[in-house]
């Protein structure tokens, strides 16, 4: 009788613990397994006051130019940092990535700075041809609204009920996330309105919680600053990349001066990603191993860095698009109603039975665009899974259709659900034999 209740106290152990692995494979397995279904965009400008100075004149509007001013500290201005953000929103649209999943916060509004030359008008080069505030620019927060709390909240998702969706990040766990950040910085700090700073421990606590969250697939984090590398020093959490226009000790200059308006008007490390993608389309397939590659620090007069080490993939497999732009798979079938029963189509009321996939196998990369043919034409071999009228034995037809399903399974997640709730029976029959 001691041994037969040991055996069964064994088996029930057993039993506990590939329920407890199950769930933890389940849990692992999402993260791995999840599909990428969407891209978001954060851009932030983090500068306020048309002019930042720290030579001994005050902070903020207070600093008036004076005619002694250094050369170097033509770099002071902040109208450049609004461009950079701007410029950065102009191309993730033209990429793909709609409106409704960008998040936009500037600190200041500079088109409609008395100081400003061009009223209701941003430039980006001193040629004045393309002006980045137009007609489509939708601002998410403005002014006092960017502060660090607010950020925090826009990543993590803690949101006040009053905010309304068009300010939150919806994202998920099939997300691919680009945060974009510029403003003045240092070692590991990046400044806020010149009020408050955002540390770098701050950043990788949310970036935590994001993870936690499943909140993204993927992020990338881009930030454009003195010592920009140093602010996601602390970063933990996989399936993060990061890139920064310095390292420690090294400062950010401005590109050019626009003696028009007055002031620089975008950064150099923004200026040649910037024309790194003026050359791409929505459907390129260029890396990011050559973005990160196409920095030369004779040209930014800084070292970009990127931290790739908590990052899953090959940089040279992953297309820049996949988190600049949003490309979306078409998947062709024969009918749009893929939940109908056989006996629907055996009728003849609609035609030839409807096969489950017609074209799974899509490029990662390039949409399928419809060639006017019929689907029968484009994928003329059976497809696998299709259930047969198998005669016989109710258990042989019950077999066949289990069989079918099985090999259709594409998420790993739900067949392991079916194995957990396969054993609870097998758990209650051994608890209740113990009694």
């Not at 999840?34 to 006051?49: F, G, I, K, P």
């Not at 035609?351 to 419809?370: F, I, K």
Request: aromatic share 10%; net charge negative; glycine share 6%.
């Amino acid at each position: 009788m001691g041994s037969r209740r040991s055996n069964i106290m064994a088996f029930a152990l057993w039993i506990w613990i590939g329920l407890f692995n199950g769930l933890g494979y389940s849990s692992a397995a999402s993260a791995s397994t999840t599909m990428h279904s969407n891209n978001w965009a954060v851009l932030v400008c983090t500068s306020r006051y048309w002019i930042w100075c720290d030579w001994g004149l005050g902070i903020g509007d207070g600093c008036a130019k004076s005619a002694d001013m250094r050369e170097e500290d033509v770099d002071k201005f902040n109208y450049r940092h609004m461009a950079n953000t701007l410029s950065l929103y102009r191309t993730v649209k033209r990429l793909g990535i709609p409106d409704e999943r960008i998040i936009l916060m500037l600190a200041d509004d500079m088109a409609c700075n008395a100081r400003n030359k061009y009223p209701a008008q941003v430039f980006n080069n001193e040629n004045h041809r393309l002006n980045l505030y137009g007609d489509n620019v939708e601002v998410d927060y403005r002014g006092y609204e960017v502060t660090v709390e607010n950020f925090l909240r826009v990543l993590t998702g803690r949101h006040e009920n009053a905010v309304p969706r068009t300010k939150r990040l919806l994202s998920d766990e099939g997300s691919r996330v680009l945060l974009y950040m510029t403003g003045h910085g240092g070692d590991e700090f990046l400044k806020f309105q010149d009020s408050e700073e955002l540390q770098s421990h701050d950043l990788a606590d949310a970036v935590k919680q994001m993870k936690e969250k499943r909140r993204f697939k993927e992020l990338l984090i881009m930030v454009d600053t003195c010592q920009a590398a140093t602010l996601f020093s602390q970063l933990d959490s996989p399936g993060v990349l990061a890139i920064g226009s310095s390292m420690k000790g090294e400062n950010s200059y401005s590109h050019h001066l626009d003696s028009d308006v007055g002031v620089s008007v975008v950064d150099r490390f923004t200026y040649y990603t910037l024309a790194f993608f003026e050359r791409l389309n929505i459907y390129d397939n260029t890396s990011l191993n050559s973005l990160f590659g196409s920095y030369n620090p004779k040209l930014l007069m800084s070292t970009a860095y990127h931290r790739a080490d908590l990052y899953q993939q090959q940089l040279q497999d992953v297309p820049v698009t996949s988190f600049f732009g949003s490309v979306m798979k078409t998947i062709h079938t024969d009918s749009p109603y893929r939940a109908f029963s056989s006996k629907y189509f055996s009728s003849g009321k609609f035609g030839q039975p409807s096969r489950h996939s017609v074209c799974n196998e899509l490029e990662s990369s390039q949409p399928v665009v419809s060639d006017g043919k019929g689907a029968s034409e484009r994928c003329a071999t059976p497809v696998e899974g299709h259930i047969p009228d198998t005669k016989g034995c109710p258990f042989q037809r019950s077999w066949s259709t289990f069989q079918a399903k099985l090999e259709n399974f594409e998420n790993v997640d739900s067949l392991v659900s079916y194995g957990l709730v396969a054993m609870l029976p097998l758990l209650a029959v051994a608890t209740l034999l113990l009694r």
